[in-house]
């Protein structure tokens, strides 16, 4: 069964550049689409966006102009980067694919999550 | 709108049924998908689709929707329901997904 693990620094200082990445094992990362999705403490969730095998994406307008997400088919990664961070994106950021929803945009296999705190 | 709004806390007795809503523009055109979160844990599939259960998942879980409301129904509620509630669907006109704001359901 596919399984997701997000890794990357846990602290990020103000200004500079989130990086996470997301190994996918169990299945092929060129079988499904890929999500970020972060969750600041005690507060919901937020989509931040989602790459194909093929590299296309589609980001939350919100956070568009400082988003880049890509995906490494050799190693079975995808990963994301925040640029110009604030205390505002402190948060758990979690990968996520619908696996087994086909044509549903429920997302079934989830990472554990990783938290980012941005501070100096 | 790419929002959709659900109601911040909702309780339910042990043994009875419960429903959870999510209001929203796109829901007329698209399905919502129901996430349970614990504290401390990942979001967990729970219903998707029109009607749809990911393996696992307690049948007392189901879903319906009308018009722009999505519903995540408990029948039966378990003490192990006790969570928070998203839903989330795309928005109507750019591809992009959007969450509730989440119901944190108290199981008494």
């Known amino acids: 069964q596919v399984q997701l693990q997000e890794s990357g620094p846990g602290l990020v200082k103000p200004s500079e550049t989130l990086s996470l990445i997301c190994t996918v094992s169990?299945?092929?990362?060129?079988?499904?689409?890929w999500n970020w999705i972060r969750q600041p403490a005690g507060k919901g969730l937020e989509w931040i966006g989602r790459?194909?095998?093929?590299?296309?994406?589609k980001y939350n307008p919100s956070l568009k102009s400082r988003v880049t997400m890509s995906v490494d088919t050799s190693n079975n990664q995808f990963s994301l980067k925040l640029r110009s961070v604030t205390a505002a994106d402190t948060a758990v950021y979690y990968c996520a694919s619908p696996v087994n929803t086909t044509g549903s945009y429920g997302m079934d296999v989830w990472g554990q999550g990783t938290t980012v705190t941005v501070s100096s | 709108s790419s929002e959709l709004t659900q109601d911040p806390a909702v309780s339910v007795a042990l043994g009875q049924t419960v429903r959870i809503t999510c209001q929203g523009d796109s829901l007329k055109n698209y399905y919502a998908s129901w996430y349970q979160q614990k504290p401390g844990q990942a979001p967990i599939l729970v219903f998707y689709?029109?009607?749809n259960r990911p393996s696992g998942i307690p049948d007392r879980f189901s879903g319906s929707s009308s018009g722009n409301t999505a519903s995540l129904t408990i029948t039966g509620a378990q003490a192990e329901d006790e969570a928070d509630y998203y839903c989330n669907s795309r928005d109507n006109s750019a591809d992009h997904l959007v969450f509730g704001g989440g119901t944190k359901l108290t199981v008494l």
């Open positions: 790459i194909y095998s093929s590299g296309s994406t």
């Open positions: 689709h029109q009607n």
């Open positions: 169990g299945g092929s990362i060129s079988s499904y689409y």
